[in-house]
């Protein structure tokens, strides 16, 4: 059945969508729309295209028929879900990176889930990683979160992977609002804030399982060394990229929700992250003109999130310090 169908019953009608985020990795997301397409649970699906330049548009629309397509103008990053979301009509909404796709049953499990625990806004999925499965870093750190379950099906969470999880539609739409920044990533964080601040549980899921298959350095090239050569150049580059934007959207979010002593230190941090990428004479005017509009935004998240977020945030340092001191005492 179509799921954009509005001319469908309510039985006959999926109760998830999964949306696809991709730009210009078309031999990649052909993949995962495909094997998207295989699964048992039948989801609609959603490509949401960030200005791709290479053959992505084209070759869903004419491979891929019933794949809804929303084509952005330019790279809008994160910020392309909520179109997308404005185009699914099921309860929840599933979303992956052009690199991941759901393992069969998941999607049922994580509709069975949620329909259990009406609380629960987001269900963070667990994501492993290659042919041999194993379970990515990020899940590890989310699953042995020291928050209160208090009742939930999973453990309690201040954050989510945005490329692999999956969202109450209604809820996400609720805090979703008319967003002025362009977040390349890192909108969760707000998203999440938001949530929690409604009174909305975010969990992490260890049986809805998600499959990420990494690109290799010949994706787009015929896997010569020279082709090699020039992809580990540019995943250097990529990651500076990806350091910046972090580091830019962290300050942005916590201008947004987070207290003015946060705010100020990831400002802070993110200048020092553009000084040492050699980009301030690039970048810093756009993070002050962002933060300038974060503030008109700004609504502090209250106390007892905040709280939650200490809690996570001081269990993380000590793992990480706990990590630093074994890692020492084995070299030595």
Request: charged share 25%.
């Amino acid at each position: 059945m179509n799921p954009f169908n509005a001319s469908a019953t309510p039985e006959s009608v999926p109760r998830i969508t999964v949306v696809v985020l991709t730009h210009n990795r078309v031999r990649v997301v052909l993949e995962t729309v495909a094997r998207l397409l295989a699964l048992p649970d039948a989801p609609g699906l959603i490509v949401a295209d960030n200005g791709s330049t290479d053959a992505t548009v084209t070759l869903i629309g004419s491979l891929f028929p019933s794949v809804r397509i929303v084509q952005c103008l330019g790279d809008l990053g994160a910020s392309a879900h909520s179109r997308a979301v404005a185009l699914a009509c099921t309860d929840y909404v599933a979303f992956t990176d052009d690199d991941t796709w759901w393992e069969p049953g998941a999607l049922a499990e994580a509709v069975r889930v949620l329909d259990s625990a009406p609380r629960v806004a987001v269900l963070s999925a667990r994501v492993v990683v290659g042919d041999e499965g194993t379970t990515d870093a990020r899940c590890v750190r989310l699953s042995a979160s020291p928050l209160d379950r208090g009742g939930l099906p999973g453990p309690a969470l201040t954050s989510y992977l945005a490329g692999a999880c999956v969202i109450r539609r209604a809820a996400l739409l609720a805090v979703s609002g008319d967003e002025p920044l362009r977040f390349a990533s890192g909108d969760e964080e707000r998203v999440a804030l938001d949530l929690l601040a409604q009174g909305h549980a975010i969990i992490y899921g260890e049986g809805v399982v998600a499959r990420r298959y990494p690109a290799d350095d010949t994706e787009n090239g015929d896997g010569n060394e020279d082709r090699r050569r020039a992809n580990r150049r540019r995943d250097g580059r990529d990651a500076g990229l990806r350091r910046r934007i972090a580091a830019r959207h962290a300050a942005w979010v916590a201008w947004q929700r987070l207290p003015l002593a946060s705010a100020v230190g990831a400002t802070l941090r993110a200048f020092g992250v553009l000084a040492r990428e050699r980009a301030l004479w690039r970048d810093a005017w756009p993070l002050i003109a962002g933060i300038g509009a974060a503030l008109k935004r700004r609504r502090p998240t209250p106390p007892n999130v905040l709280a939650m977020r200490r809690k996570v945030l001081e269990a993380e340092r000590l793992e990480q310090a706990r990590a630093a001191r074994a890692m020492a005492e084995e070299h030595h």
